[in-house]
């Protein structure tokens, strides 16, 4: 484990029963760090620390949070910390401590790609305090939203629907972009939860709003009928349709924009090549994971190895079938050769 990693939040296991503070708890609240008196900051420095984050989220999306993950937390560590401590006009440093905030997420989302998920929690929630000090009601339900988005992809449905409800209720625009943001997790939870009806109300509401929109939004994340169409492939799969599953993530594929993250087709290609052989089609789900398969080995990504295992597991009981059996085989030594290669953090 590296240095920073412990420095920061240190680690453990996911937890249901963890204290997400709510905005009532973090807004405006001071930070007990003590300041350096030889040091100060400008928006010249704020801009630095978000131009930065962009960047490790591109890298993140691209090779994964494995790959990405020390580095944000090193830069968490050894630029991040020393600005929050030093003195500013009050707009800078309010400034500095939602940067602060979006750079927390965003390792805590790496950390989560890793299968660290009591370490991702925890930057998360520090990631909401930073948010609350800084009066950043944007960054705080965003972060919100991603701690739903956690819940959700461990199985965790009842956590994941409050979490995005909380969410809903603490974003400070009802502009269509931010109610379709919010609704598409919203309607995942409650598919999940058991609540079929609000999640397909849930839905409506994500592409109603999604319609409305007339300029790109979503600064920290984008949200399109791309991520809708995922939206409503997960809420269909929960809700027992599987075979419409695989026609909303088949939308989601035909809908993808380049700039779309590199590691969420992988993950979204290895969900689709496992309900296609849930529905019976072995043919298409192997040739979806051979594609899965072609952009596997530059990616670092727990998530994505997650798929890869299941693409084992998934295809042993047909190998005496030459196509799966190819795939299976070539699935099994990629995944081989990554656990070979990839560094202990």
């Known amino acids: 484990m590296d240095s920073s990693r412990r420095r920061v939040v240190g680690v453990g296991l996911f937890s249901v029963a963890l204290t997400i503070p709510g905005w009532s708890d973090v807004v405006g609240r001071a930070h007990a760090l003590q300041a350096n008196p030889h040091s100060s900051i400008g928006q010249a420095d704020v801009e630095s620390v978000d131009a930065t984050v962009n960047c490790l989220r591109d890298i993140d999306a691209t090779f994964g ?72 009601r944007m960054a705080y339900c965003h972060i919100l939203r991603g701690v739903s988005v956690q819940a959700a992809n461990l199985g965790h449905g009842g956590p994941a629907t409050q979490y995005a409800n909380a969410a809903a209720s603490a974003a400070p625009s009802r502009g269509p972009y931010m109610r379709a943001f919010m609704a598409g997790q919203q309607a995942h939870g409650y598919a999940m939860a058991g609540s079929g009806r609000l999640a397909l109300d849930s839905l409506r509401e994500s592409e109603r709003a999604l319609d409305q929109v007339t300029s790109p939004g979503g600064a920290r994340q984008g949200f399109s009928y791309a991520t809708l169409a995922y939206a409503t492939a997960q809420v269909r799969y929960e809700m027992g349709d599987v075979k419409g ?21 992988l993950i979204f290609g290895g969900l689709l090549a496992e309900r296609q052989l849930q529905v019976g089609h072995l043919d298409a789900a192997c040739a979806t994971w051979n594609r899965v398969l072609d952009d596997y080995p530059a990616m670092h990504s727990g998530r994505a190895d997650d798929r890869v295992r299941a693409a084992v597991k998934l295809l042993a009981p047909h190998r005496k079938n030459a196509t799966a059996r190819v795939t299976h085989e070539r699935a099994r030594a990629l995944l081989a050769r990554k656990s070979t290669a990839r560094p202990s953090l």
Not at 245 to 265: A, C, P
């Open 245 to 265: 599953s695989v026609s909303s993530l088949q939308d989601h594929f035909k809908l993808r924009s380049e700039s779309e993250s590199h590691r969420s087709g």
């Open 65 to 136: 949070g494995h790959y990405a993950r020390p580095m944000a937390s090193a830069f968490l560590v050894n630029t991040v910390a020393p600005y929050l401590r030093a003195s500013g006009p009050e707009h800078i440093r309010k400034s500095m401590l939602s940067s602060a905030a979006m750079a927390c997420y965003l390792t805590g989302w790496m950390a989560m790609d890793e299968g660290e998920q009591g370490l991702a929690q925890r930057y998360y929630v520090k990631g909401l305090e930073l948010a609350g000090a800084a009066d950043d």
